[in-house]
């Protein structure tokens, strides 16, 4: 007997490869905005990405840390 699936066949993230950015990548961003914890907040292709250590204003090369469903990690570097 085959057991079909109404609910796609993993639990794994919905995004799947379409997800703008990956692990480990390297972006320019600009800093749009302040998470409450003080990190910059960037968007890349409407991805949030938490920048930390990254003001407002800033525009940095960064490179991402971990992803999560709908955000993402990730540090300036030079």
Same mark, same amino acid.
């Given at each position: 007997?085959?057991?079909?699936?109404?609910?796609?066949?993993?639990?794994?993230?919905?995004?799947?490869?379409?997800?703008?950015? %990956?692990? +480990?990548? /390297?972006?320019?961003?600009?800093?749009?905005? =302040?998470? *409450?914890?003080?990190?910059?907040?960037?968007? $890349?292709?409407?991805?949030?990405?938490?920048?930390?250590?990254? %003001?407002? +204003?800033? /525009?940095?090369?960064?490179?991402?840390?971990? =992803?999560? *469903?709908?955000?993402?990690?990730?540090?300036? $570097?030079?």
């Amino acid at each position: 007997m085959e057991v079909i699936s109404l609910f796609g066949d993993s639990y794994s993230n919905d995004r799947g490869s379409s997800a703008p950015i %990956k692990e +480990g990548g /390297e972006y320019d961003v600009k800093i749009e905005d =302040t998470g *409450r914890d003080g990190d910059g907040i960037a968007r $890349i292709e409407g991805f949030v990405v938490f920048v930390s250590g990254a %003001k407002v +204003g800033d /525009e940095v090369k960064i490179r991402v840390n971990s =992803t999560r *469903r709908n955000f993402a990690f990730a540090e300036v $570097i030079d």
